[in-house]
């Protein structure tokens, strides 16, 4: 039999875990789902070259032995059924928390939390790497605004990266100092470098028709144009009730809540709210949200941040969609993703 395990790294930093966790894959990828190196190469988002030397290293640093291990194959089986049934480039999924959290830390506030840290610092792994393969070059990344994005920057290890421009999808100018996606969009540029960029416009405009006289605004245009070069876009959703973050940040009331689900709302991304099949909803708070329409960033990837198990039929629905190009998920929700469609037996897309 064939085990995939830690090898001799059994010390690391952050920057080595990276590494290792893309070895891990790469290796189980060739070896278990019998992936050529290009293909592999396409998923991981990395050269075929690289790919032959993640293999090589899985080998000599025993990361590739007889047996398997049961815990990271089965995470990496999961990534990969999700991956193919949702048609995405890749997809990482953490490890599951419900087996390790003490029983007096079986809140699902509690729960989620450990959720956000553990995507976000995934989410900061793969935009470092990223980053660090093409330094050099000028590089645009798109950034939503919420907890698990926030967790994102915070976990994000300083990298010389001053050529990169960070730049928010939507309205930044918020109510509320804790939740404006400014401060993540300037957390990102101090750690690198880089430059920040942002709609100096509302999140929600009073009308459709003040949402238009904002839109046609130069410096609006000029930062939408940068947006439309991003090389990855990094996203979260919401819910749509009375605990998802516009509701308890007080951008929407529960009676805008409620007429969103009649119209058939399962959850938002970037304030523009969807149905169970990813469709966007046609309302007139959505046609008043200013923010960039993700199906329209054709060259970039859409990598979708979803965290905790109250996202998961908002992540299911937004998957359908079509252009979502790689997801990183909690092992939790992955879990929970997985049954639903195993219940049903939905088709892959």
Not at 182 to 195: C, E, M, P, R, Y
Not at 197 to 202: E, G, S, T
Not at 255 to 277: C, I, P, Q, Y
Request: glycine share 8%; net charge neutral.
């Amino acid at each position: 039999m064939l085990e995939v395990g830690r090898g001799r790294w059994a010390t690391m930093n952050d920057r080595d875990q990276s590494e290792h966790d893309m070895t891990v894959r790469a290796a189980w990828l060739y070896y278990v789902v019998e992936r050529t190196q290009n293909q592999i190469a396409a998923i991981l988002g990395v050269s075929r070259v690289k790919v032959a030397r993640l293999i090589a290293d899985a080998k000599a640093n025993g990361v590739v032995t007889i047996d398997i291990d049961q815990r990271l194959s089965a995470m990496c089986g999961l990534e990969e059924k999700l991956r193919q049934r949702f048609n995405l480039r890749f997809c990482y999924v953490t490890p599951a928390l419900a087996a390790q959290i003490p029983a007096e830390m079986q809140d699902m506030e509690e729960r989620d939390g450990l959720a956000r840290r553990s995507v976000g610092m995934a989410a900061a792994q793969m935009l470092r790497s990223m980053l660090s393969q093409n330094h050099s070059t000028e590089n645009v990344i798109g950034l939503a605004w919420g907890r698990t994005i926030s967790a994102m920057a915070d976990a994000f290890l300083p990298l010389n990266a001053p050529s990169t421009q960070f730049v928010s999808l939507l309205g930044s100018l918020t109510r509320s100092a804790s939740a404006n996606p400014f401060d993540v969009v300037q957390k990102l540029a101090s750690k690198t470098g880089g430059q920040a960029k942002y709609l100096p416009v509302p999140f929600i405009a009073d009308s459709e028709e003040d949402r238009e006289v904002f839109i046609q605004q130069r410096v609006v245009q000029d930062v939408i144009k940068t947006a439309m070069k991003a090389k990855a876009c990094f996203i979260s959703l919401g819910e749509c009730d009375g605990g998802s973050f516009l509701a308890r940040h007080g951008y929407l009331s529960q009676g805008d809540m409620a007429r969103l689900r009649e119209l058939g709302a399962v959850g938002d991304t970037l304030g523009l709210f969807f149905d169970s099949d990813g469709r966007y909803i046609d309302s007139t708070l959505c046609r008043r949200t200013l923010a960039i329409d993700l199906s329209m960033l054709v060259n970039s990837e859409i990598v979708l941040l979803s965290a905790g198990l109250s996202k998961v039929s908002a992540t299911r629905a937004i998957l359908k969609a079509g252009f979502i190009s790689g997801l990183i998920i909690d092992g939790d929700s992955a879990l929970r993703l997985e049954e639903s469609f195993d219940k049903d037996g939905i088709e892959a897309i």
